[in-house]
């Protein structure tokens, strides 16, 4: 499937995910939330893809900035990124084969039944149908390891452990080399592996960060229930709250 106003280019392999596709009229369910990012992408930025799945997020992000850092660790989706690579002739696009984690470790991947919703924890998304061992590495280490000043934008789509991610990039964190973080959080998925949604912002509002949600609503505390959605981790929430686009698409 092809959508040619956002240059997104998707397989779909099986008939539910082909009739959601023609039903909604989007090749996946980030499009909402392309839309509204997209003015803070720059062609001189360097972005991080944490959960890169297929590819087709990291490719939106390559065809719009300097240089993507995508961390995928099942085997069949590295090939699937492989593949967007090539079929796009995209350079500009840096394939790490392993999860971002709070210490260097192996862990089990839960691979479960759709190839997005593969996991370090056995969470209730979809059924699990193997496990497999992977390497997972702190992104602290990665970001003296490539000696990178600043990441301008990172996202981070890991089903239930983004605070290992931001827990594994503390230092990082501290020292505001991050600019956006964009990050999705579903109660379903965290209470399945005893985590909820306030423990990622408490990370990230001890480290200084503001968090805004892809209306431009800037969230206060963490002491409210945090709704289901996409949320945006930033210096300044208004600002980036007033650089946000229209989609036509609602958020789910």
Avoid at 20 to 35: E, F, H, I, Y
Avoid at 63 to 80: D, L, W, Y
Avoid at 134 to 141: A, F, G, I
Wanted: aromatic fraction near 8%; charged fraction near 25%.
């Amino acid at each position: 499937m092809h959508d040619k106003e956002r240059g997104l280019i998707r397989v779909l392999n099986y008939g539910e995910r082909l009739n959601w596709a023609l039903d909604s009229g989007k090749v996946c369910d980030a499009v909402p939330w392309l839309d509204r990012i997209e003015p803070l992408i720059s062609q001189d930025d360097i972005v991080f893809d944490i959960g890169a799945n297929i590819g087709v997020i990291a490719s939106w992000f390559a065809q719009r900035c300097k240089h993507v850092h995508a961390f995928e660790p099942h085997p069949k989706n590295i090939s699937a990124i492989e593949y967007q690579r090539q079929l796009r002739n995209l350079t500009n696009i840096t394939l790490h084969d392993f999860a971002l984690g709070k210490n260097k470790s192996k862990m089990q991947l839960h691979v479960k039944e759709f190839h997005g919703h593969h996991s370090l924890g056995d969470v209730d998304n979809s059924p699990t149908i193997d496990k497999i061992e992977v390497n997972v590495r702190p992104l602290d280490d990665i970001f003296q390891e490539f000696d990178i000043d600043k990441i301008n934008f990172m996202k981070i789509d890991v089903e239930g452990f983004e605070s290992d991610v931001l827990n594994g990039a503390k230092n990082i964190l501290e020292n505001k080399k991050i600019d956006y973080i964009l990050f999705e959080l579903q109660d379903t998925i965290l209470h399945s592996i005893n985590r909820t949604s306030s423990e990622v912002f408490d990370i990230l509002f001890e480290s200084g960060y503001q968090i805004i949600d892809l209306n431009g609503t800037v969230m206060k505390d963490s002491s409210s229930p945090i709704a289901n959605g996409d949320y945006l981790a930033c210096i300044d929430g208004l600002k980036a709250a007033s650089k946000l686009a229209n989609s036509m698409f609602a958020l789910e």
